[in-house]
Nanobody, 121 residues
Framework: QVQLVEFGGGLAQAGGSLRLACAASGRYLMGWFRQAPGKERDFVATITESGMSTDYSDTVKGRFTISRDNAKNTVYLQMNSLKLEDTAVYYC??????????????????WGQGTQVTVSS
């Protein structure tokens, strides 16, 4: 059983920055997804176990950066130039099957509890 604990999130102004963290109980391929009210859960970013490869959705590319510290089994999502439409609950996820790159919910096996990110004008 993989355990995930998310940290960070909160309130930021448009154009500002926030950083999310997700601590896992091991080293896995990991991803971030987000879900806005009334919408489906969407892919944001993913990173391989080594951290050598990353992939992003077009909506966040150039603004968000996914990274990891394998000594801490922690993955980060640095979010810059935040927009109102980035408001959502953000979830980290683990893929034990190591599909890369994968933007599909179905390729991820374990999920964090979610953390709210709210961007205000």
């Amino acid at each position: 059983q993989v355990q995930l604990v998310e940290f960070g999130g909160g309130l930021a102004q448009a154009g500002g920055s926030l950083r999310l963290a997700c601590a896992a109980s091991g080293r896995y391929l990991m991803g971030w997804f987000r879900q806005a009210p009334g919408k489906e859960r969407d892919f944001v970013a993913t990173i391989t176990e080594s951290g050598m490869s990353t992939d992003y959705s077009d909506t966040v590319k150039g603004r968000f950066t996914i990274s990891r510290d394998n000594a801490k089994n922690t993955v980060y999502l640095q979010m810059n130039s935040l927009k109102l439409e980035d408001t959502a609950v953000y979830y980290c996820a683990v893929s034990t099957r190591s599909f890369f790159p994968s933007q599909s919910l179905n390729d991820y096996d374990y999920w964090g509890q979610g953390t709210q990110v709210t961007v205000s004008s």
